[in-house]
C-alpha cells in the first residue's frame, strides 16, 4: 500500500458521527431492521417452490424464475441506485425502497401466475436499493467500524433468510395459509421495518450529505479497472452460488431420498451455519491488509460440500449442508467487505457496490434458471452441482485478486 493510501485509511479513521449518541444507536437499529428485509423474501421461496409449482402447472424452469427475477432486478437496478442516494438522500431513498418492498410482497401474494412474478420484480427494485446503499451507508457513518457494522447487519440478514427457510413449509402446510400465506407474512416485517426506518428522516443532516457528495471523487474509471472486475466477478459468483443453493437445495435433497420438512430443514441448516461467519469475518477481514487467507478457506469449504453432495455418503450430508453454509458466509462477508475495503470514500463504495451488484447479479440470474432447466433436460443434479464445482474454483481466482491490499483508482487524484 502506498504512503497515500496509509494517509487516507488513517483519515477514514475518524469519530462515528457528529450526531449524537441516541442519532447513532437509532441508525444502527434502523439498519438491522432494512438488512432483515433483505434475504427472507427471496429464501423463503426455496422450500415451497414445489407448492408454487404444482398449484400454478409451471415447469422447474419457470419455477426457477421466482429466484431469477429478483436478480435481474438487481443487475438491472444496481447501477442507477448510487446517483439516485446522491441526488435525492440515502435515508430517503432507503425508506422509499421499503415502501415499495411492502407493496412488492402483497402483489406476489396474490392469485395468479402475473401477479406473481410482477411482485417478485417489484420487491427485487426494493431490496437491491438497500443492498447498494448499505456498505456506502456503513462506510460513512461507522468508518472506524466498518468490519463490525458489516458484521451486525450481515446478521440479521442472513439470520431472517435463515428463518425464513425454515418456517415456509410449515406456515404453508402445517398452518393452513398455503404458499401464498408463507410468502405474503414477510409484508408485515417489512412494514414494521419502515417505522423503525422513519426517525431517519428526522436526523438526517443535509450538511453532511452535501459535503459527502462534494468530495466524492465521481472521475474514478470503475468500468476500467481490474480490481473493480474482481470484486465484481467475486461478488457475481458467490451470489450465482447462493442462490442457486437457495432455489434448488430442497429439491436436490428431494432426489436424495429427504421429504419436503426435512430438505426445507437443510436449507435452514445451511442458513445457520453462515450466520456467525457472517459477523466472524468481516471483523477480521477488517483487521487484515490483505484477504486472500480467508478466500482460500472460503473456496476449500465450497468445494467439500458441493463434492460432499456430489459424491458423499448420505450418512454425513448435514456435514456437506454445513461446510456449504460455512464457505457461503465466508464468501458473502469478503463480497460485502470489499466494497469498503477497496474504495477510498463512501461514494466510491456505493458505485463499486452498484457496479458489482449489477454485473453480479446479472451473472447470478442465470444460475437458477440455468440449473432448472438443465435438471429438466437431463432429470439429474449432477451437472448442475459440477458446474458449482467450476464457480467455486473461479470464485478463487477472483478472490486473490479482490482481495489484495490496494485502493480502487490512483492514489494521486487525491488531495488528502
Not at 429464501?43 to 407448492?51: A, E, F, H, Q, R
Not at 472506524?144 to 447487519?153: F, Q
Not at 464468501?331 to 451488484?357: C, D, K, P, V
Amino acid at each position: 500500500m502506498s504512503s497515500m493510501d496509509k494517509v487516507i485509511k488513517k483519515e477514514n479513521k475518524g469519530a462515528i458521527s457528529t450526531v449524537g449518541k441516541s442519532a447513532v444507536w437509532l441508525m444502527i437499529v434502523g439498519i438491522v431492521f432494512i438488512a432483515a428485509n433483505l434475504r427472507a423474501p427471496l429464501t423463503s421461496v426455496g422450500p415451497i417452490v414445489g407448492l408454487i409449482k404444482d398449484d400454478m402447472n409451471i415447469s422447474n424452469t419457470m419455477a426457477g424464475m421466482v429466484t431469477t427475477l429478483p436478480l435481474l432486478a438487481f443487475a438491472l437496478f444496481s447501477p442507477i441506485v448510487p446517483k439516485l442516494g446522491q441526488k435525492l438522500g440515502v435515508e430517503r431513498i432507503i425508506l422509499g425502497s421499503i415502501v415499495l418492498l411492502t407493496v412488492g410482497i402483497i402483489i406476489r401474494s396474490l392469485s395468479g401466475v402475473v401477479a406473481l412474478y410482477i411482485g417478485t420484480a417489484v420487491l427485487g427494485l426494493a431490496i437491491s436499493v438497500g443492498n447498494v446503499l448499505l456498505p456506502g451507508l456503513i462506510k460513512r457513518e461507522f468508518p472506524e467500524r466498518i468490519g463490525l457494522m458489516t458484521g451486525v447487519y450481515s446478521i440479521s440478514m442472513n439470520l431472517f433468510g435463515a428463518m425464513a427457510s425454515g418456517v415456509s413449509v410449515p406456515i404453508a402446510l402445517g398452518m393452513g395459509f398455503g404458499w401464498k400465506g408463507a410468502l405474503g407474512i414477510w409484508g408485515v416485517l417489512s412494514f414494521i421495518s419502515i417505522l423503525f426506518w422513519l426517525p431517519q428522516m428526522k436526523h438526517r443532516n443535509e450538511k453532511r450529505d452535501t459535503a459527502h457528495n462534494k468530495t466524492a471523487d465521481s472521475h474514478v474509471n470503475l468500468w476500467g479497472s481490474a480490481l473493480a472486475w474482481q470484486v465484481t466477478l467475486f461478488m457475481g459468483l458467490q451470489s450465482m452460488i447462493f442462490y442457486v443453493l437457495v432455489a434448488w437445495l430442497p429439491e436436490i435433497l428431494k432426489q436424495q431420498g429427504l421429504n419436503s420438512s426435512q430438505s426445507g430443514l437443510m436449507l435452514s441448516v445451511m442458513l445457520l451455519a453462515l450466520l456467525p461467519f457472517t459477523f466472524i469475518v468481516p471483523v477480521i477481514a477488517g483487521r487484515m491488509s490483505g484477504q486472500r487467507s480467508l478466500v482460500t478457506i472460503t473456496s476449500i469449504l465450497l468445494l467439500i460440500g458441493t463434492f460432499g453432495l456430489l459424491y458423499g455418503s448420505s450418512k454425513l450430508i448435514v456435514l456437506w449442508i454445513i461446510a456449504l453454509g460455512i464457505g457461503g458466509g465466508f464468501a458473502f462477508s469478503l463480497s460485502m467487505m470489499f466494497f469498503g475495503l477497496r474504495t477510498r470514500n463512501a461514494q466510491q463504495a456505493a458505485e463499486l457496490s452498484g457496479m458489482a451488484q449489477s454485473i453480479g447479479y446479472l451473472l447470478a440470474a442465470v444460475g437458477p434458471t440455468l440449473f432448472g432447466f438443465i435438471h429438466d433436460a437431463t432429470n439429474s443434479w449432477t451437472i448442475p452441482l459440477l458446474i458449482l464445482v467450476g464457480a467455486s474454483v473461479l470464485l478463487f481466482v477472483c478472490g486473490l485478486g479482490a482481495a489484495r491490499d490496494r485502493y480502487i483508482g490512483p492514489a494521486k487524484q487525491y488531495n488528502i
